[in-house]
C-alpha cells in the first residue's frame, strides 16, 4: 500500500449532513517509518466509532470541544493497530483505542493512546462501546448526576443506542425499575426481553404519548436524556418532586437550524428537580476505576450489548452518519475501516 485515504470536512452544513457535499475523501501517501519522531506510532484503523455529537463539532460554535476546521481530518475515535512504532510502550501489533479520526493510517503520540485491554467475554468492540466513552458516559451520567437508589423509577431515552442500553442495564444493577424509550418494536423487544428493563415503548408508536402517561403513573425519579426535544417535555411532565435529570444529549436538536428547548420548564421550579448537564470527559481521572467494573460487569454478562458495524471501509462513514440519526442502529454504530483478519 502506498497510499491511504482520509475524509475531510470540506463545508459546514446548515442543518442536516449533505452525502457528497459536507465531506471530501483525499488519498495521501503512506508515511515512511522515518516521518514517525520518538513517542510517535503509526497506526492503522479498524474500527471507526460514530456518535451524534459529530454533528455538532461542524458547527462553527463555542463548545466543550473547538470545532473541527474546514479542510481538517474529520475527528472521530477509533480502534486500530500498530504498524510502526517508536515508542516503547507501543510495540507492533498493539491493538489501540485513539482519537486519529476518519482516516484509514495516523501517526499518533503516544499520550493520545490507550492500549486495548479485552476482559474476559469480552471483544475487541467493546473498547468503542461499554469500555468507550459511550459506556463511560452511560457510568457516570447516571452514577454521578442521577444518584440511583434501589427502588428508583429510571426513564432512559434512545435506549437503544450504545449510551442508553448501557444506562439502563447499570441502573437494574443499582436496583431501580427502567423504562427505555427507542424507535422501533424490535429495539424495545431487545431491551426488555434480552437487556432486562421492566419497559420499553416506542416512541413512533401513534398511541405514544398515552403509554407513556399510562407507564409513568408512579412518576419519575430519574430521566436520562439522550435526546431532548418533545420526549424531554413529556418526561418533564412526569417528573417526581426531586427528581434528577440527566443531561446527557439531545439527538433531536442536533440537526435543526434553530434548537428548541423544553416548554414544561417551570416544572422544574415546581417539582424542584435537578437537572443537570455533563461531559463525560470531566471524569478522566476516574476511567481507570469505571472501567474496570464495566470490564466485570461484561465478565460476569451483567452487562450485554450488540454493536452495528457497516462494512466496505471509510467511504462508507458519511452515509453511516446521516443514517445513524435515522435510528439505523442498535448498540454502538461502528465502521469497520479495515477487516480485523487484514490489519
Ligand atoms: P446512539 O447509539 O444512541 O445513536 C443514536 C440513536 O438516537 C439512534 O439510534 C436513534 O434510535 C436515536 N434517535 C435519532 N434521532 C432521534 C430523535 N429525533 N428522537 C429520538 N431518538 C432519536 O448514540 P450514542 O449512544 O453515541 O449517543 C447518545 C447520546 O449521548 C447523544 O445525545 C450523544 O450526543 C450523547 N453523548 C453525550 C456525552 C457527554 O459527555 N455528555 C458523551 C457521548 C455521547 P431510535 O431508533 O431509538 O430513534
Not at 57 to 71: E, F, K
Not at 205 to 233: C, H, S, W
Request: glycine letters at 10%; proline letters at 5%.
Amino acid at each position: 500500500m502506498s497510499t491511504y485515504t482520509a475524509v475531510h470536512l470540506a463545508k459546514r452544513p446548515k442543518s442536516r449532513i449533505v452525502a457528497g457535499e459536507t465531506f471530501v475523501t483525499k488519498t495521501h501517501p503512506v508515511p515512511k517509518e522515518s516521518d514517525l519522531k520518538d513517542g510517535e506510532v503509526l497506526v492503522q484503523t479498524i474500527y471507526l466509532g460514530l456518535d451524534p455529537a459529530m454533528r455538532g463539532w461542524l458547527n462553527d460554535a463555542r463548545s466543550y470541544v473547538p470545532p473541527v476546521q474546514i479542510g481538517e481530518v474529520m475527528r472521530g475515535s477509533g480502534i486500530g493497530v500498530v504498524k510502526a512504532s517508536k515508542s516503547p510502550s507501543f510495540p507492533i501489533g498493539t491493538n489501540v483505542s485513539t482519537m486519529a479520526g476518519w482516516t484509514e493510517l495516523a501517526i499518533v503520540k503516544e499520550k493520545h493512546l490507550e492500549k486495548v485491554e479485552i476482559p474476559q467475554n469480552g471483544k475487541l468492540t467493546d473498547a468503542l462501546g461499554v469500555l468507550g466513552i459511550t459506556g463511560l458516559t452511560a457510568y457516570f451520567g447516571l452514577i454521578d448526576i442521577g444518584q440511583p437508589k434501589p427502588g428508583d423509577f429510571v426513564v432512559v431515552s434512545g435506549a437503544a443506542g450504545a449510551t442508553g442500553s448501557v444506562v439502563g442495564q447499570i441502573a437494574k444493577l443499582k436496583g431501580c425499575t427502567v423504562l427505555g424509550l427507542a424507535g422501533t418494536d424490535a429495539k424495545c423487544s431487545w431491551l426488555v426481553d434480552d437487556l432486562g428493563f421492566d419497559f420499553a415503548l416506542n416512541y413512533k408508536a401513534p398511541n405514544f404519548a398515552q403509554m407513556f402517561r399510562a407507564a409513568t403513573k408512579g412518576l419519575i425519579d430519574i430521566y436520562f436524556d439522550n435526546v431532548g426535544g418533545e420526549i424531554l417535555d413529556m418526561a418533564l411532565a412526569r417528573a417526581k418532586p426531586h427528581a434528577r435529570f440527566v443531561m446527557c444529549g439531545g439527538i433531536s436538536q442536533y440537526n435543526e437550524p434553530v434548537q428548541k428547548g423544553p416548554k414544561n420548564y417551570l416544572v422544574i421550579v415546581s417539582m424542584r428537580i435537578k437537572m443537570q448537564g455533563f461531559i463525560v470527559f470531566d471524569y478522566q481521572d476516574q476511567y481507570p476505576q469505571a472501567l474496570r467494573e464495566l470490564a466485570q460487569w461484561i465478565s460476569e454478562g451483567k452487562i450485554k450489548r450488540k454493536e452495528t458495524i457497516v462494512k466496505g471501509g471509510l467511504k462508507e462513514a458519511e452515509q453511516a452518519l446521516i443514517d445513524l440519526y435515522k435510528g439505523m442502529n442498535t448498540g454502538k454504530l461502528m465502521v469497520e475501516v479495515t477487516p480485523e483478519s487484514k490489519a
